[in-house]
């Protein structure tokens, strides 16, 4: 299983960015998938997560309102949309796949930048 983001880059406080998150080779069970991300200094922390058929959605408290997950599992893709974008969101952002509640596999993340 491989999974690629990408949609990272530098943005303005206020701004929006939406991360893509590409899974290929994909395990025959079904799937959950989750972002996480880890900020200069910190440790990684949850941000998201999404179950298999698209519901049970979770969120850290530190984006909720202002972040969405979703999937297409036509696409095998799952995404982040970020929206009120704060200097505290500056972070390495990677996504990751769960099966039966364990986190199985990372993405080797995409950089989000967000300027004061």
């Known amino acids: 299983v491989q999974l690629v983001e990408s949609g990272g880059g530098l943005v303005e406080a206020g701004g929006s960015l939406t991360l893509s998150c590409v899974v290929s080779?994909?395990?025959?069970?079904?799937?959950?998938m989750g972002w996480f991300r880890q900020a200069p200094g910190k440790d990684r922390e949850f941000v998201a997560s999404i179950a298999w058929n698209g519901l049970a959605l979770r969120y850290s408290d530190g984006v909720k309102g202002r972040f969405t997950i979703s999937r297409d599992n036509a696409k095998n893709t799952v995404y982040l949309r970020m929206s009120s974008l704060k200097p505290e969101d500056t972070a390495v952002y990677s996504c990751a796949l769960s099966i039966g509640g364990v986190y199985e596999a990372w993405g080797q993340g995409t950089r989000v930048t967000v300027s004061s």
């Open positions: 080779g994909r395990p025959s069970r079904m799937y959950g």
